[in-house]
């Protein structure tokens, strides 16, 4: 059973910067196209940021030239990072592959607000 474990998460100001981590338990990580995904309260879950595995990434316009996804194969993770953070950005922080799901994990809080 795969197990995703994200991390980072926090309160932080407007304007301010996060950077999210997401451990995953699987082998090999290497071959697998990983996204980012966030909930808020009230609100379905989004696709945010992905990465397809050739040197290609993908943002949603709400945070496009604002975050950064990467991954470190080697160490199976997959980073987020955030910066220019405005209080529609609060949201619980979800990391997973593109299709068939692999058990969602615990996911990690962010909370832009001063």
């Known amino acids: 059973q795969v197990q995703l474990v994200e991390s980072g998460g926090g309160l932080v100001q407007p304007g301010g910067s996060l950077r999210l981590s997401c451990a995953a338990s699987t082998s090999p990580f290497s071959i697998e196209p990983m996204g980012w995904y966030r909930q808020a309260p009230g609100k379905h879950r989004e696709l945010v940021a992905h990465d397809t595995l050739r040197g290609i990434t993908n943002y949603a316009d709400s945070v496009k030239d604002r975050f950064t996804i990467s991954r470190d194969d080697a160490k199976k993770s997959l980073y987020l990072q955030m910066d220019s953070l405005k209080p529609e950005d609060t949201a619980v922080y979800y990391c997973?592959?593109?299709?068939?799901?692999?058990?969602w994990g615990q996911g990690t809080q962010v909370t832009v607000s001063s």
């Open positions: 997973n592959r593109l299709s068939r799901y692999w058990p």
